[in-house]
């Protein structure tokens, strides 16, 4: 794949103002944005400021760095249709194409013509470049590859069923996971079309291993954009929503690997915050059980987003009454305090409050009111009484202490109805034919 130099000529017409550069008024051969806003040619900001140790932008005075600069390749762009609409005779010359800006044109090209196969080896040489060197992450970034892969791939979802489709969508997916993080636009672009996030979750549930973390990466990617302000309106789940969660616990459940287990455990925790109904689809999905198995041998940062999910679940009825029927549950939730770290101390907290303080929701149903005191007394028997009263002892974040100080008064109620036993004793629990013990 070659560069794709360009050459225009004088211009007919006068360019667009936004066309030229502030410094010089010429139209600019490359075109560089600051974070002030202003963009500027390339060699004339250089030289701005590189002449008497400048570090200011030339419009706004702001404090700028020869670092802050990032290619404008929009503007280059229509700088260059603009010069091609108007050439005749030699007037610009713009910066030939790198290596990578060529991809993402002949990307862009291909998925314009519907011509899967130029777009699958376009990408196939994204995904080389990406893996041989973090550099070559940064210029794909640059040259806006991951906005380029995710318009191809919701692009060419709509045709799934052919071969020739599905390779192509296959090959953009392994360049798309290499180039993280998507910006915003990139994520609306493959997450606004219901058939694109259908693939990424057909791709999650029965491909091959590597393209199940490539997909559930993605995945995690929508989900966060989606469950924030800003994002909830431009990525529409709704069509794929029992989908997403059916895929996202099947995953965290079959352990396929480390940073697929953690990209779902991200995923849900952001799909269950928004409110009760979501944690509670999650929860019907079978999520609590799944997230406390994995948290007994689970690492730190595993053990981190894997309790953040179980909190958010936790929020809904369902959640907490599934908790609660659980034998593994509280034991292993008041072993991790202490165990893992201060987020995560605060985590269990705040999950062990949700199973034994009474909640008007729980009111309604006469088996929540047995179940949340039964969590009650699990929490006394290993140990959870003493390790809410070391923490309030040692100290702790105010908000920490608000949730221990909350839960020791719900739990104290119950002292002395109960023997305790040390938390870390779990020879009486079973997780299938495994005994726990310490």
Same mark, same amino acid.
């Given at each position: 794949?070659?560069?794709?130099?360009?050459?225009?000529?004088?211009?007919?017409?006068?360019?667009?103002?936004?066309?030229?550069?502030?410094?010089?008024?010429?139209?600019?051969?490359?075109?560089?944005?600051?974070?002030?806003?202003?963009?500027?040619?390339?060699?004339?900001?250089?030289?701005?400021?590189?002449?008497?140790?400048?570090?200011?932008?030339?419009?706004?005075?702001?404090?700028?760095?020869?670092?802050?600069?990032?290619?404008?390749?929009?503007?280059?762009?229509?700088?260059?249709?603009?010069?091609?609409?108007?050439?005749?005779?030699?007037?610009?010359?713009?910066?030939?194409?790198?290596?990578?800006?060529?991809?993402?044109?002949?990307?862009?090209?291909?998925?314009?013509?519907?011509?899967?196969?130029?777009?699958?080896?376009?990408?196939?040489?994204?995904?080389?470049?990406?893996?041989?060197?973090?550099?070559?992450?940064?210029?794909?970034?640059?040259?806006?590859?991951?906005?380029?892969?995710?318009?191809?791939?919701?692009?060419?979802?709509?045709?799934?069923?052919?071969?020739?489709?599905?390779?192509?969508?296959? @090959?953009? &997916? =392994? $360049?798309?996971? %290499? !180039?993280?993080?998507?910006? *915003?636009?990139?994520?609306? +672009?493959?997450? /606004?079309?219901?058939?694109?996030?259908?693939?990424?979750?057909?791709?999650?549930?029965?491909?091959?291993?590597?393209?199940?973390?490539?997909?559930?990466?993605?995945?995690?990617?929508?989900?966060?954009?989606?469950?924030?302000?800003?994002?909830?309106?431009?990525?529409?789940?709704?069509?794929?929503?029992?989908?997403?969660?059916?895929?996202?616990?099947?995953?965290?459940?079959?352990?396929?690997?480390?940073?697929?287990?953690?990209?779902?455990?991200?995923?849900?925790?952001?799909?269950?915050?928004?409110?009760?109904?979501?944690? @509670?689809? &999650? =929860? $019907?999905?079978? %999520? !609590?059980?799944?997230?406390? *198995?994995?948290?007994?041998? +689970?690492?730190? /940062?595993?053990?981190?987003?894997?309790?953040?999910?179980?909190?958010?679940?936790?929020?809904?009825?369902?959640?907490?009454?599934?908790?609660?029927?659980?034998?593994?549950?509280?034991?292993?939730?008041?072993?991790?305090?202490?165990?893992?770290?201060?987020?995560?101390?605060?985590?269990?907290?705040?999950?062990?409050?949700?199973?034994?303080?009474?909640?008007?929701?729980?009111?309604?149903?006469?088996?929540?009111?047995?179940?949340?005191?039964?969590?009650?007394?699990?929490?006394?028997?290993?140990?959870?009484?003493?390790?809410?009263?070391? &923490?309030?002892?040692?100290?702790?974040?105010?908000?920490?202490? *608000?949730?221990?100080?909350?839960?020791?008064?719900?739990?104290?109620?119950?002292?002395?109805?109960?023997?305790?036993?040390?938390?870390?004793?779990?020879?009486?629990?079973?997780?299938?034919?495994?005994?726990?013990?310490?």
């Amino acid at each position: 794949m070659s560069s794709l130099p360009f050459r225009a000529t004088p211009a007919k017409e006068e360019p667009p103002p936004e066309f030229l550069c502030p410094i010089t008024l010429d139209l600019m051969r490359d075109p560089v944005a600051a974070p002030t806003g202003i963009t500027y040619d390339r060699a004339a900001i250089g030289s701005w400021l590189l002449s008497g140790g400048q570090r200011t932008c030339p419009v706004t005075h702001a404090e700028l760095r020869a670092g802050d600069l990032v290619p404008n390749h929009t503007l280059r762009r229509l700088i260059q249709d603009w010069c091609a609409a108007n050439h005749s005779g030699g007037r610009v010359d713009p910066v030939p194409a790198t290596p990578e800006e060529a991809a993402v044109a002949e990307m862009e090209g291909a998925t314009r013509a519907g011509d899967a196969d130029r777009c699958a080896a376009a990408a196939r040489w994204v995904r080389r470049q990406a893996r041989l060197a973090e550099p070559n992450r940064g210029r794909l970034a640059s040259a806006g590859a991951a906005r380029a892969l995710a318009a191809a791939f919701a692009s060419f979802a709509d045709a799934a069923g052919a071969d020739a489709t599905s390779d192509v969508l296959d @090959a953009v &997916l =392994a $360049a798309l996971a %290499l !180039v993280m993080p998507m910006d *915003e636009e990139s994520i609306v +672009a493959v997450g /606004s079309s219901s058939a694109s996030v259908a693939r990424l979750v057909a791709v999650a549930a029965n491909g091959s291993l590597h393209s199940r973390l490539q997909a559930v990466v993605v995945i995690r990617e929508i989900i966060s954009l989606s469950c924030h302000r800003y994002g909830a309106g431009a990525v529409d789940l709704s069509a794929n929503a029992d989908a997403i969660v059916q895929v996202l616990v099947k995953t965290i459940r079959d352990a396929i690997c480390p940073q697929a287990t953690r990209a779902c455990l991200v995923a849900a925790y952001h799909l269950a915050c928004p409110g009760e109904s979501a944690a @509670a689809r &999650l =929860a $019907a999905a079978g %999520l !609590v059980p799944v997230l406390v *198995e994995l948290l007994v041998d +689970a690492d730190r /940062s595993t053990a981190e987003k894997a309790l953040a999910a179980l909190d958010a679940a936790l929020v809904s009825s369902d959640g907490r009454a599934r908790a609660r029927a659980d034998a593994l549950a509280v034991p292993v939730l008041v072993k991790k305090m202490f165990c893992v770290s201060d987020a995560a101390t605060e985590l269990v907290l705040s999950a062990l409050l949700r199973m034994c303080k009474k909640c008007p929701e729980d009111d309604m149903d006469g088996t929540a009111a047995a179940g949340r005191r039964l969590a009650i007394i699990e929490s006394l028997q290993v140990g959870a009484l003493q390790k809410v009263l070391l &923490l309030l002892q040692a100290g702790c974040r105010e908000e920490t202490k *608000e949730k221990a100080t909350e839960l020791l008064r719900v739990i104290v109620r119950y002292q002395g109805r109960v023997e305790c036993v040390d938390t870390m004793d779990f020879r009486g629990l079973k997780r299938g034919t495994t005994i726990l013990t310490t």
